[in-house]
């Protein structure tokens, strides 16, 4: 009767491990789309990403390269002082985009150009996102904000 119980024990304790197993795989397999990865345009000149991998990237949009296309489509270059990646966007853009402004794109990476799916820009004067601002000191061009 004793080993009995014993080897009950074992089973569910196996039986409960396996589940576990099975459900943090699920859960990683359902959040695998929704996880993009930050690159600065300087990571992403190093070492292009595939094509059909969507991540994020960002930095400053570079002076003088914002231009507008047939229809809605937008053509600019993201810099983050060391290397610049020219992108293009299909839509609206938001209300706070502009030249030497911080953005961060969504998107994918085809033939030397950044395909954004999505596009935000940072929503004060002095708000900049964290990857951005890294990317932007890693390279030495961050300048801090006047009041902070």
Known sequence: MRG?????????????????????GLIGYAMRDGINFFRSPSQVVEEP??????FRIGGLVEEGSLKRGQGEVIRFNVTDGGASVAVTYAGVLPDLFA?????????????????ASEILAKHDE???????????????VYQEANGS
């Open 126 to 140: 002095s708000y900049m996102p964290k990857e951005v601002v890294d990317a932007l000191k890693e390279q030495g």
């Open 4 to 24: 009995l119980k014993k080897q009950r024990r074992i089973q569910i304790v196996v039986a409960a491990f396996a589940a576990l197993a099975i459900a943090t």
């Open 49 to 54: 990403p595939r094509p059909e991998e969507v």
């Open 99 to 115: 030249e030497n402004q911080g953005m961060i794109g969504t998107g994918s990476y085809v033939n030397g150009v950044f395909e």
